[in-house]
């Protein structure tokens, strides 16, 4: 007879502009007995950015062993979370993840996140937690790709961290992040 250990919590980071109403948090709503999460909502945005840290720093204290599943610029803050934090989260997920600065001259684009260089310092200085398991995923089209920055964070939280999707953009395709997630969460 087989057994199926229930999942218990997920806490899920939406990006920029997400909803724990639609995409990707109705699938983690459904695999989960609770779900709970923080919206990366245009309302939310208008905080100041380390308010905006800590209010995730809060919501990952409040069960650090539930798998923290982040994504694009959720999973930014939630990287910025985990510095000083006085926990250690057993699982963190990062879909296609915002890591700092970010250029692709071919495309004339730049990108510099609020605290870069916070995040920077402290994976210089080691101050960011190191959750029992983290996993990236991120497309090798993503505009925010870079391998110099997939190496630093391999480096930090152990090699293989990074799993790097060929043609696959920023925008996961649904199918990629339902078999990571599925994969890393030991779901069928």
């Known amino acids: 007879m087989l057994i199926l250990a229930p999942m218990t919590s997920i806490l899920y980071i939406t990006g920029r502009g997400g909803s724990l109403q639609k995409g990707l948090a109705v699938y983690l709503a459904s695999i989960a007995d609770e779900f709970d999460g923080v919206a990366v909502s245009p309302q939310f945005l208008r905080q100041e950015p380390l308010h905006q840290v800590q209010i995730i720093q809060e919501k990952i204290k409040e069960e650090p062993t539930r798998p923290i599943i982040a994504n694009s610029y959720g999973a930014y803050l939630t990287l910025l979370a985990l510095i000083g934090i006085d926990v250690t989260p057993d699982m963190v997920l990062l879909l296609s993840p915002v890591l700092g600065a970010a250029s692709a001259k071919d495309r004339m684009y730049y990108s510099r996140p609020p605290l870069t260089n916070r995040l920077e310092a402290a994976l210089s200085n080691n101050t960011l937690i190191r959750p029992k398991v983290t996993k990236l995923i991120m497309g090798?089209?993503?505009?925010?790709?870079?391998?110099?920055?997939?190496?630093?964070?391999?480096?930090?939280?152990?090699?293989?961290?990074?799993?790097?999707?060929?043609g696959e953009g920023h925008m996961l395709s649904q199918s990629t992040v339902q078999e990571f997630v599925n994969d890393n969460l030991m779901l069928d």
């Open 140 to 166: 090798d089209q993503d505009e925010l790709y870079s391998p110099e920055r997939i190496s630093t964070i391999d480096s930090y939280f152990g090699m293989e961290t990074a799993q790097i999707v060929a």
